[in-house]
Structures are given as structure tokens and as C-alpha cells.
């Protein structure tokens, strides 16, 4: 069993910054790509950044040069570090991770975490 737990989220004003953090738990073999995606109420979920297992790092057109993405792999954790926040970064940030579970190492699963609320608005 596996879980991902999102944290950081709130209300910030336009050109401010949030923290995200994520970390997953649970009977875990290995962690491969992580990353973060957010949703706004009536729209697709969209991806925002993206991180594999070496550190290698992509990012959504709209987010490059404001946010950041991380890891520490011996916490299974991934951060999004969001500045200059946009109204239109307003959303639920999930966390997304793939996941070899000990006992079925040779199958990759993704991963979700349960949401983190994030409003940009003065």
C-alpha cells in the first residue's frame, strides 16, 4: 500500500510565493518520475513540472521560469516551489508519482496524492 500525502498549499496574493510538498509512504521498492499537476473547477487536469529519479526536470510553457521542482529521494518526497503566482495558477495541485511497490517490483504504478488547494487572489 502506497500513499502520497500533499502539503503547502493556502491563499496567497498575486506575485507572491507557496511552498508544495509531497511525500509518499507506504511498501516502496523504488520511486521513478515524480511530478505535479493542478485542476481548476470544470477544466482537465493539466500537468504542471515534472522530475525523473536522476533529477532531470520539464515544466509546463506556462509555469517556466516561476516554479521549481525538486526531490529528495531518500525522504520520497517531491517539492514545487511556485513564485510569482499568476490568478490563473488558482487550483488543486496534485502530486503524481510512479512507484515500484516491494512484492510486484517489476510493475510501475502511478500514483496520486489527494490534493492540495492553492488560490491566487488579492
Known amino acids: 500500500q502506497v500513499q502520497l500525502v500533499e502539503s503547502g498549499g493556502g491563499l496567497v496574493q498575486p506575485g507572491g510565493s507557496l511552498g508544495l510538498s509531497c511525500a509518499a509512504s507506504?511498501?516502496?521498492?523504488?520511486?521513478?518520475?515524480m511530478g505535479w499537476y493542478r485542476q481548476a473547477p470544470g477544466e482537465q487536469r493539466e500537468l504542471v513540472a515534472r522530475?525523473?529519479?536522476?533529477?532531470?526536470?520539464s515544466y509546463a510553457d506556462s509555469v517556466k521560469g516561476r516554479f521549481t521542482i525538486s526531490r529528495d529521494n531518500a525522504k520520497n518526497a517531491v517539492y514545487l516551489q511556485m513564485n510569482s503566482l499568476k490568478p490563473e495558477d488558482t487550483a488543486v495541485y496534485y502530486c503524481?508519482?510512479?512507484?515500484?511497490?516491494?512484492?510486484?517490483?517489476?510493475?510501475?504504478?502511478?500514483?496520486w496524492g489527494q490534493g492540495t488547494q492553492v488560490t491566487v487572489s488579492s
Open positions: 507506504g511498501s516502496i521498492f523504488s520511486i521513478g518520475d
Open positions: 522530475i525523473t529519479s536522476a533529477g532531470t526536470t
Open positions: 503524481n508519482a510512479d512507484i515500484r511497490v516491494r512484492g510486484s517490483i517489476l510493475t510501475v504504478r502511478s500514483h
